[in-house]
Antibody, heavy 120, light 107 residues
């Protein structure tokens, strides 16, 4: 069964840092683009970042560019999101999501999410 | 960046009604358009990709159409279990932007 499981969320002060992790299983991890999507409380979905299967290409939403860094370890089938200089508006549930296919595709597998709260 | 605009933001319909949600891209995206369903308190679920292809396991009352800039999600006969928020998403290139969502309720 294909699945992804996020971890690493928590409460952090404004300006602080947090590292989220996503452990994948049940599929050929290195073949797929992996993504982070967030959802602020009571709000819609916001795509945050993506990383190619080889890790050679990374992509970011303008709202996090320069503050967040996505990475992956294909030997451990994990993808991470390093979040620095956090702001109150970064408070959200962060979902890890797998591309449906090895070419351009939407997200077919989502984790349960991990909550990040940025507050003093 | 390409913006995705959904309408309406919310709707209320009766069980058995035909429901239509539209999504408009600010520039052409060919058919690189997906629809997701998110039930209250749950994780988003992929319903349709390539504008009109039903994801495995999704009931046939859901359908999608469109290409270029204008897309539609249709529920042919609304069921109580369809109460959810529906999102469109472009995935032709980054940023893989979502629409703002359409909340569907039962009247």
């Amino acid at each position: 069964e294909e699945q992804v499981v996020e971890s690493g969320g928590g409460l952090v002060q404004p300006g602080g840092s947090l590292r989220l992790s996503c452990a994948a299983s049940g599929f050929t991890f290195s073949s797929y683009i992996m993504n982070w999507v967030r959802q602020a409380p009571g709000k819609g979905l916001e795509w945050v970042s993506a990383i190619s299967g080889s890790a050679k290409s990374t992509y970011y939403a303008d709202s996090v560019k320069g503050r967040f860094t996505i990475s992956r370890d294909n030997s451990k089938t994990t993808v991470s999101l390093q979040m620095n200089n956090l702001r109150a508006e970064d408070t959200a549930i962060y979902y890890c999501a797998k591309d449906r296919a090895v070419t351009r595709s939407p997200f077919d597998i989502w984790g349960q999410g991990t909550l990040v709260t940025v507050s003093s | 960046d390409i913006q995705m605009t959904q309408s309406p933001s919310s709707l209320s319909a009766s069980v058995g009604d035909r429901v239509t949600i539209t999504c408009r891209a600010s520039q052409g995206i060919s058919n690189y358009l997906a629809w997701y369903q998110q039930k209250p308190g749950k994780v988003p679920k992929l319903l349709i990709y390539a504008a009109s292809t039903l994801q495995s396991g999704v009931p046939s009352r859901f359908s999608g159409s469109g290409s270029g800039t204008d897309f539609t999600l249709t529920i042919s006969s609304l069921q109580p279990e369809d109460v959810a928020t529906y999102y469109c998403q472009k995935y032709d290139s980054a940023p893989r932007t979502f629409g703002q969502g359409t909340k569907v309720e039962i009247k």
